[in-house]
Structures are given as structure tokens and as C-alpha cells.
């Protein structure tokens, strides 16, 4: 049997979740009563998906993002307006803030194309 090379696809690797975030991910998993969310969260968990390609999924948008539109949309005028001056705050300035395609920050990024000296931006 011959040896086979994997595919590589030039796209960036998705680092392993923290484990913040796995505790994150099990806790919306348990309070979820969507079986694709739960299916969904449970092979990001496991390594079979990888946490970028599930946050496209719609099921993942059910849950996640309706949520956190949700919370917001609870906010006062000033507890925005305080949340959008920290994120303003947040955001890395010059070579640290280019991004590749995958979204993630190229200088932090040990994906191939970090290794071949490609920026995404």
C-alpha cells in the first residue's frame, strides 16, 4: 500500500479549542434543545469539526448568535455605547492586525500560509 500525503488545502489551522471555551461550548450544549446545536457542538468537541466551519453553520447561528443579538438588544443605550468603545479598544494596530482568509490574525497564525510568507489581507 502507498504511501498517501495528506491533502492540504493552504487554508489556516484551527488551533485546539481552549478549555474556557470547551467549558463554554458544554455549557450551551446542556442548556440547548437543539439536537443539530448539540450534534454539532459535540464533534467540535471531539476534533471531527473544527470551530470555524461550525459558527457557519445555521444551527450554530440559531443558538449562538440569535442569543447574543438578544442580550444586546437588552442593553441600555450606554451599556452599547460602553461595549463599542472596549471593542474599538481591542482592535491590534498595524503588521498584528492583518488577517488571513480563515479571519484569524496572521501574526499570531501557524497555518501554511503563515509558513510560505502569504498574507491573506
Known amino acids: 500500500m502507498a504511501h498517501q500525503e ?14 474556557e471555551l470547551r467549558e463554554a ?5 446542556e442548556r440547548s434543545d437543539n439536537n443539530e446545536f448539540r450534534a ?3 464533534d467540535v468537541l471531539t ?3 473544527g470551530l470555524l466551519d461550525a459558527s457557519g453553520a445555521a444551527a450554530f447561528s440559531d443558538v449562538v448568535f440569535s442569543g447574543i443579538a438578544r442580550e444586546f438588544a437588552g442593553l441600555s443605550d450606554d451599556d452599547r ?9 481591542h482592535q491590534p494596530q498595524g503588521p498584528a ?3 488571513g482568509d480563515c479571519g484569524l490574525p496572521c501574526a ?3 497555518s501554511l500560509c503563515a509558513l510560505r510568507g502569504e498574507s491573506g489581507v
Open 47 to 49: 476534533g471531527r469539526r
Open 108 to 110: 499570531t497564525c501557524t
Open 6 to 19: 495528506p491533502e492540504i488545502s493552504g487554508a489556516c489551522a484551527e488551533p485546539e479549542p481552549s478549555q
Open 40 to 42: 454539532l457542538v459535540d
Open 25 to 29: 461550548l458544554i455549557l450551551l450544549r
Open 97 to 99: 492586525a492583518e488577517t
Open 81 to 89: 455605547q460602553r461595549l463599542a468603545g472596549q471593542a474599538t479598544q
